[in-house]
């Protein structure tokens, strides 16, 4: 990892800047290096001052509850904005739609529609991460998509200038969203369909009771790894393979969900990565299908000495 030293504005911050942070305790496979440094902001505003105070030149990634996400062992030699947890703004905004801001949990939002008397959120309880994150990919979950809610969405520029933009602004499609480079997701206006609030509340807990079911939960994984190929599902492929169980260091695909790798305690980034590829290379080999990864990497793998 690049050892420069950290890319500090010169405002006063009313965040927390943490230099040399190590991520692996933001993510939900729990591997990773360090970041240069990591911002924690205090709100909208102060991240918007704090965005535009960085060199254009300086990496930036935005990190929400580190699920579909892997951060290689050399660390990210950039700036992290943490969002879970303090873009936390959600309120209803009139009869039909809410107000949500990147870094509330798509579970938290399901629910509170659902308190709201509003449904139409509810796929929503079945995507382990952050509203802004669901935004990056059009995350879905028991046959909903993201973006089919969606109304508009607040973006932060690399100057630190807010604008709402319409769905319009973006190609939308499967786990992919397309849009003007170099802004941010901050916040979503959503859609949602009055009343049925009981009923919908009720379809959260069943979507969790059947994520429970089918799911390896309460163990370190990243979510699904896999896009599902067209007419066709990244699990069938990969179980078809006799792939569940196979194992590369401590990273091992589970036995209850194929599409799933779990970190059973001592795996490194680059194990994870190492199955990642045999997963990929195994399915082509038998199916001729090549799978395309749904998680993100980022940074780089750890220097030879690191390894030893």
Not at 70 to 85: K, N, S
Not at 181 to 193: N, P, Q, R, S
Request: contains cysteine; proline residues 5%.
């Amino acid at each position: 990892m690049n050892a420069q030293s950290p890319s500090v504005p010169s405002y006063r911050l009313r965040g927390e800047l943490l230099p040399g942070e190590l991520l692996a305790q933001y993510t939900t496979w729990g591997v990773g290096g360090a970041a240069r440094q990591l911002y924690r902001p205090a709100d909208i505003d102060d991240l918007a001052a704090f965005v535009a105070g960085l060199p254009v030149s300086e990496p930036l990634f935005w990190l929400g509850l580190g699920s579909n996400l892997l951060v290689r062992d050399g660390g990210f030699a950039g700036t992290v904005v943490l969002t879970a947890g303090l873009l936390s703004g959600l309120e209803v905004m009139d009869e039909n739609r809410i107000y949500a801001e990147a870094g509330v949990a798509c579970p938290k939002v399901a629910r509170f529609s659902g308190r709201q008397n509003l449904h139409g959120a509810e796929f929503l309880a079945g995507i382990p991460g952050t509203l802004g994150g669901a935004l990056m990919m059009n995350a879905g979950a028991f046959g909903g998509e993201t973006w089919d809610i969606v109304q508009r969405v607040e973006t932060l520029s690399r100057a630190g200038r807010r604008q709402w933009r319409s769905p319009a602004d973006y190609r939308v499609g499967y786990r992919s969203v397309k849009g003007p480079a170099e802004e941010y997701f901050i916040a979503a206006e959503l859609g949602l369909k009055s009343g049925a609030g009981e009923q919908a509340l009720e379809r959260v807990k069943a979507l969790l009771r059947r994520r429970n079911e089918t799911q390896p939960t309460g163990l370190r994984s990243c979510g699904s790894v896999f896009r599902n190929p067209p007419g066709d599902y990244a699990a069938r492929l990969i179980e078809a393979c006799e792939l569940k169980g196979e194992r590369i260091g401590g990273a091992v695909v589970s036995d209850k969900h194929a599409n799933f790798i779990i970190n059973q305690g001592q795996a490194s980034a680059s194990d994870i990565e190492a199955l990642i590829q045999h997963v990929v290379e195994t399915v082509q080999v038998r199916f001729g299908v090549s799978l395309q990864t749904e998680v993100r990497m980022i940074g780089e793998p750890a220097d030879e000495g690191e390894r030893t």
